[in-house]
């Protein structure tokens, strides 16, 4: 799974104090670059320098393409990458923390962080971030800013400029399509397709992001206010918006495998299900990961993958530069790279990662349309159009409520 997050007690209680503290390490952060100096110095004075990439190392894939960009950097640029590979996020966070305890204010061990989500969220309320920097980034001008809200906005937070989108992430529910002819255009019909097959729908534990997910674009779709899910949720809020999902939920669960009694842990355990021939659908947050399955022969070819009518859920990686970073101007060159057309093109390529791209595509010069044109479109794998405009996530301490009541339910 991309999205790699650390929820904990402490956010669910700063929540309610989070913007105003997000809103304070942006009005005191030191500004991105030296007075007056253009692209072109900060291109010179990143040569040499060493990049130190804080990234979650969990997937050869990922492990892959950040060689690639090393490589690709370091050729284009003499700016050296070094993946510092985590097992979580918060490793990099919580280093950060020591350092500004420790009172350093320069030469820091971190150069780059993958993030976003609350460690994002916790890193700006600390000002732990160097920047605003995003607006003087040449690539940043190609990002779809509008028709892709989660790159400015994430997780209800205002990003701010103090870390530059890298890829999207969204729900997609893959399917065999030899076994499912038409898929469900909603949750609500979901649910009334799953008590029409029983036990032949699943989800992964809510403990897991993905299960968690599950249950939150199902809070989207049918809370009356959907607008109250982007601020923290109090007692009185909670209750009025995810009445709908609860009862929705107690209707499904007794039609889902096992009836609703055991659950798969994870993403994995749901694929082999369908492989099993168990389950006809399961969700996902990677729209490549039916295209992906069938390459690596793990499901059948006429595994399909679709998103629902009136849309779903989606999220953006960034990439942020800790305030003590030692090589601040190289770190802005591997985040600008990042925005290029060849590397964005090469992420959406299902061969290599088949994540979403964080650019507005039809506004790229022909030749940078042209490379993503180029890049394979096997049969599960939806096109961008198909995909559409991916949802807001709800603000962190809705999945932090809805999470706990599942396991208070399922525990019964």
């Not at 969204?170 to 898929?183: G, I």
């Not at 929705?248 to 009694?261: D, M, N, S, T, V």
């Not at 082999?272 to 295209?291: C, H, K, R, T, W």
């Amino acid at each position: 799974m991309l999205v790699r997050l650390t929820y904990g007690p402490a956010f669910g209680v700063r929540n309610m104090i989070l913007r105003l503290l997000v809103l304070a390490a942006l009005a005191f952060a030191p500004p991105a670059l030296a007075q007056g100096e253009d692209w072109p110095a900060v291109l010179g004075r990143a040569r040499g320098q060493t990049v130190h990439w804080n990234a979650w190392a969990g997937d050869p894939r990922f492990n892959d393409y950040i060689a690639w960009v090393g490589a690709e950097v370091e050729r284009r640029f003499g700016v050296k990458v070094e993946h510092v590979r985590l097992r979580d996020t918060g490793e990099a966070v919580a280093r950060v923390v020591a350092e500004k305890a420790a009172g350093r204010t320069a030469d820091g061990s971190v150069d780059l962080i993958w993030i976003n989500g609350p460690n994002l969220a916790s890193m700006q309320a600390q000002a732990l971030l160097y920047g605003p920097f995003v607006d003087r980034l040449p690539n940043a001008a190609k990002v779809d800013w509008q028709g892709k809200p989660s790159t400015r906005i994430d997780f209800t937070l205002p990003v701010g400029g103090m870390a530059a989108p890298w890829l999207m992430a969204q729900v997609v529910f893959v399917y065999d399509s030899a076994r499912l002819a038409e898929p469900p255009a909603s949750m609500a019909a979901l649910a009334d397709w799953a008590r029409a097959h029983p036990g032949r729908l699943t989800h992964p534990v809510a403990r897991n992001f993905l299960g968690a997910t599950f249950l939150k674009q199902a809070l989207v779709e049918l809370a009356p206010d959907p607008a109250a899910l982007q601020r923290p949720a109090d007692d009185a809020g909670y209750a009025a918006a995810s009445a709908p999902l609860w009862a929705w939920y107690e209707a499904l669960r007794p039609a889902l495998w096992r009836q609703g009694k055991s659950f798969p842990e994870n993403e994995a355990g749901q694929r082999q299900l369908m492989a099993d021939g168990i389950v006809d659908l399961y969700i996902s947050f990677n729209p490549a990961e039916g295209a992906i399955a069938v390459a690596r022969n793990e499901l059948p070819p006429t595994t399909r993958s679709f998103v629902l009518k009136a849309g779903t859920i989606g999220n953006t990686s960034f990439v942020a530069i800790p305030y003590d970073a030692t090589a601040k101007e190289g770190a802005m060159v591997v985040a600008d790279f990042l925005l290029s057309g060849p590397a964005q093109a090469r992420a959406v390529d299902p061969d290599r990662l088949g994540m979403g791209t964080v650019l507005d595509v039809a506004a790229l010069p022909p030749a940078h349309r042209a490379a993503f044109a180029e890049t394979p479109h096997p049969p599960a794998l939806l096109t961008p159009e198909a995909l559409g405009k991916p949802l807001l996530e709800p603000h962190p301490s809705w999945m932090t409520r809805i999470t706990e009541e599942w396991e208070r339910r399922t525990a019964r």
